[in-house]
């Protein structure tokens, strides 16, 4: 009975013992899973875990070693030996990391195991050591591969001092149920270190992306700025006038627009437009260059913005065309005002670079009611008045008026028909005789140009030539002239009659301003004529004003071909001495006017007396003009006239339509 009650007491105690290492474990698997659960790093999970192993195994020594890659066992590792409590740098013998992981299960390796894989070379046996050095009790290495998805990621070793033969089943599944839970748990953390390493990757890269961004925008930002700006520039440039800075045509067309429109809207509102044109400006600007010619038009624009309003719009259109809108004009006057003040503030003297120098403008006042529909109208109006401003004697203003648009008109129609008499050769040449007054004899002829119009007529030079002039038509023209001259000399010689003779031609001052046209003038007359020296060439005065120096250098030039020069009509203008003293003249005209005072005015006939016997000295012939009547010639011989020519003597014929040159001689 003892015995049974003994019996039963043991298999209690058994089960007693059962039960709490059965706990034992369940609490370590408990914690193990929690561990497992929950760790975030590897270095505070490896000691958690060795105490809990501790709690299943009476083992102080755990190694673990996790693969850089898997299956390559290679790697990090952790060891804690039951002789050093924290973790020491010594790696479990290559050979037995080799051997646990090509078995891919659980394992104990025990003395007598490691001795048959020696006998094997499979590992050596010095590098398991298999016994403790203090308890010399045999040791055993419990293994298992860390395993995920059927890849090796490392392995775990416990080295107990466990019976062998012990339990071998439940520590085999045990360790593989550890190495189970530790091998989720380090590929749940190396999986969260990975996404926090993308994490901070893509962080990074966010913030590179922003930064970037932010700069792409700053450029953008600048580059949209700089567009801005040079969109600025470009529509500046292109809406005002580099020299003066002043709005230039487009823009002054798009306000006179404005202007129109406002107007259609409120019947009773006015605007006006200023046409300024500054006198003698051409002739500044050629004479002394464009550099001052520019200066002066700064200066200009200055004077003018000065005698405005604060909204009127003042542009310059080119050249020397500056305009003015006057903007809701309450009366007419106030338009004349303005234009007088600017007129004025002209006038004033310029000093530019030193130098003095006088303008002038002439100013066309255009006011607008409802009747303008478009810019240009409102333009070319002023523009009209403007002209008619400087034909009345320029540096006054002239208010535009509808018949000055028929005379723009008829002067366009004009110009059209000029261009189209050269194309059609619609010229003819008249001669008048000029006569050696003593002798009653004809020394030549002045050849007059005249036009015979398809539907006007005959038409005088008066009509035509300052717009023959304006346009520079009167090149061809009088090139035209000058070859018919030529060949009119031949005729006269092949005929045998008045092979003495010289024709006398007037030309434009155009052909000396520019060395290009005297150029081509010289040739002409070297290439039409056997005896330059019966070819007279007549310039006015004016041919010189605008440039006296550079004329008289090509004057000169001129000559050089052998032709004789006169200077015609003088005594009409300003008759300088200095063209009798300095410009080689072989003859001087004396102006018809000039000739038909001499009769009444003895200072005249004086002065016609000393203008003789000068031309003695100076090497000039005395020509008068217009002679009508017998005591006009008589005058003219008394005066110390050799030469002269008129109507007394002779009108200007056509050579065809005389009967023949005898005809003209028997006028005389
Ligand atoms: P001009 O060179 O002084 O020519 C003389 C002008 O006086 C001519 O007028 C002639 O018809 C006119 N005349 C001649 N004798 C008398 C007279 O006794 N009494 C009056 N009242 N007049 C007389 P025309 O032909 O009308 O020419 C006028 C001006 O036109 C010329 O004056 C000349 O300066 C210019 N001219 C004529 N032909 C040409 C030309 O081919 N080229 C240029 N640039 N000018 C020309
Ligand atoms: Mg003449
Ligand atoms: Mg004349």
Redesign the pocket.
């Known amino acids: 009975m003892a015995g049974s009650k003994r019996n039963v007491l043991i298999k209690l105690k058994l089960l007693l013992g059962q039960y709490k290492n059965n706990k034992r474990v369940q609490t370590g698997l408990l914690k193990l899973a929690e561990l497992c659960g929950s760790v975030a790093d590897l270095s505070c999970f490896y000691p958690a875990l060795q105490k809990i192993i501790q709690t299943y195994f009476p083992a102080e020594n755990l190694y673990i070693q996790l693969f850089t890659q898997a299956n390559n066992p290679q790697g990090d590792h952790f060891y804690i030996d039951e002789l050093n409590c924290s973790p020491i740098d010594q790696q479990l013998n290559p050979d037995i990391v080799d051997f646990i992981t090509s078995l891919a299960k659980p394992v104990l390796i025990n003395h007598d195991q490691v001795a048959i894989l020696e006998t094997e070379n499979t590992v050596s046996k010095r590098a398991f050591p298999t016994r403790n050095p203090k308890t010399r009790l045999v040791d055993v290495w419990l293994a298992s591969p860390l395993m995920v998805e059927g890849l090796t990621i490392g392995l775990i070793g416990v080295k107990g001092f466990i019976n062998p033969n012990h339990q071998t089943k439940i520590n085999l599944e045990l360790i593989k149920f550890i190495a189970l839970h530790i091998s989720a748990a380090i590929h749940r953390i190396r999986a969260n270190e990975l996404l926090k390493l993308y994490s901070k990757d893509i962080e990074d890269i966010i913030f590179d992306r922003t930064q970037h961004l932010h700069q792409s925008n700053v450029n953008l930002r600048k580059q949209v700025e700089q567009h801005r700006q040079s969109e600025l520039r470009l529509y500046y440039e292109a809406h005002h006038d580099t020299l003066t800075k002043l709005p230039n045509r487009a823009m002054f067309i798009d306000r006179v627009k404005h202007a129109i429109k406002h107007i259609q809207r409120h019947i009773d509102h006015r605007f006006g437009v200023l046409f300024i044109d500054i006198d003698r400006f051409k002739i500044i600007n050629d004479t002394l260059g464009h550099h001052i010619g520019d200066l002066l038009l700064i200066q200009i624009a200055d004077r003018i913005a000065e005698c405005i309003r604060g909204n009127d719009i003042l542009s310059r259109l080119g050249g020397d065309e500056f305009v003015i809108l006057l903007d809701s004009l309450s009366h007419a006057d106030d338009a004349e005002d303005i234009a007088s003040r600017i007129i004025e503030a002209i006038r004033q003297p310029f000093i530019i670079e030193g130098q003095q120098l006088l303008s002038g403008a002439s100013i066309g006042i255009a006011i607008c009611d409802r009747s303008y529909t478009n810019a240009t109208e409102v333009l070319r109006d002023a523009d009209a008045a403007m002209y008619q401003a400087k034909a009345m004697g320029r540096g006054r203003l002239m208010f535009f008026a509808k018949s000055m648009r028929e005379e723009l008109l008829a002067s366009l129609t004009l110009e059209q028909d000029l261009r189209q008499a050269v194309l059609n050769n619609e010229f003819v040449l008249?001669y008048?005789k000029i006569s050696n007054l003593m002798h009653n004899k004809i020394i030549g002829f002045?050849?007059?140009?005249r036009w015979q119009h398809p539907t006007k007529g005959l038409l005088?030079?008066?009509e035509f030539?300052s717009t023959a002039e304006e346009t520079g038509l009167?090149i061809a023209?009088?090139n035209w002239?000058l070859t018919s001259v030529a060949k009119q000399l031949t005729i006269w010689d092949n005929e045998g009659k008045l092979n003495h003779v010289f024709i006398s031609?007037?030309?434009?001052g155009k052909h000396i301003l520019q060395n290009k046209s005297m150029q081509q003038l010289s040739q002409l007359v070297l290439q039409n004529f056997v005896e330059p020296q019966r070819l007279i060439i007549?310039f006015?005065e004016q041919a010189f004003h605008q440039q006296p120096d550079h004329s008289l250098i090509n004057l000169k030039q001129l000559k050089k071909t052998g032709v004789k020069l006169a200077l015609?009509?003088y005594g009409s203008g300003l008759s300088s001495l200095n063209y009798l003293n300095n410009y080689p003249f072989e003859f001087i005209?004396l102006?018809?006017c000039f000739v038909r005072s001499l009769g009444a005015n003895d200072k005249n006939l004086e002065l016609t007396k000393s203008l003789a016997r000068l031309g003695e000295s100076f090497g000039f012939r005395l020509i008068a003009?217009?002679?009508?009547s017998q005591a006009q010639l008589d005058k003219v011989i008394e005066a110390g006239c050799e030469f002269g020519?008129?109507?007394?003597i002779g009108?200007?014929v056509a050579v065809e339509n005389a009967k023949s040159i005898d005809d003209i001689n028997h006028c005389a």
């Open positions: 008249y008048q002045e050849a007059l140009l005088a030079p008066a030539l009167i023209i009088e002239v031609i007037n030309l434009s007549e006015n015609d009509d005209k102006d018809q003009e217009g002679i009508e020519q008129g109507f007394f009108k200007p």
